[in-house]
Nanobody
Framework: QLQLVESGGGLVQPGGSLRLSCRAS????????IGWFRQAPGKEREGVSC????????NWAHSVKGRFTFSRDNALNTVYLQIHSLKPEDTARYYC??????????????WGPGTLVTVSS
């Protein structure tokens, strides 16, 4: 079936870096924009950024500006989120989701299970 799977999370110290991946299977990723979201324990899910089909990204969360870099490799059916200067406030489960428009407004109902990022010393 239609699937997105996130990977790359883990435990990292404040100031460290991680690269998260979102790999699609059973469909062609280049047809869709991908939105990144995160949800901390006990908190509401928030949108992080949208990466368009052409690879352009739009940040939704002000706190990630300058620290989060997005890219996509359609040949590998994968989009990437490179996170630098991680803060404890970045601790959350990170999800990717598929959208039919490049502004990530038309949700297709396809989500990955998420990958957990824990920022702690």
């Amino acid at each position: 079936q239609l699937q997105l799977v996130e990977s790359g999370g883990g435990l990292v110290q404040p100031g460290g870096s991680l690269r998260l991946s979102c790999r699609a299977s059973r469909f062609t990723l280049d047809y869709y924009a991908i939105g990144w979201f995160r949800q901390a324990p006990g908190k509401e899910r928030e949108g992080v950024s949208c990466i368009s089909r052409s690879g352009d990204s739009t940040n939704w969360a002000h706190s990630v500006k300058g620290r989060f870099t997005f890219s996509r490799d359609n040949a590998l059916n994968t989009v990437y989120l490179q996170i630098h200067s991680l803060k404890p406030e970045d601790t959350a489960r990170y999800y990717c989701a598929a959208f039919s428009d490049d502004n990530c407004e038309r949700y297709l109902g396809v989500w990955g299970p998420g990958t957990l990022v824990t920022v702690s010393s």
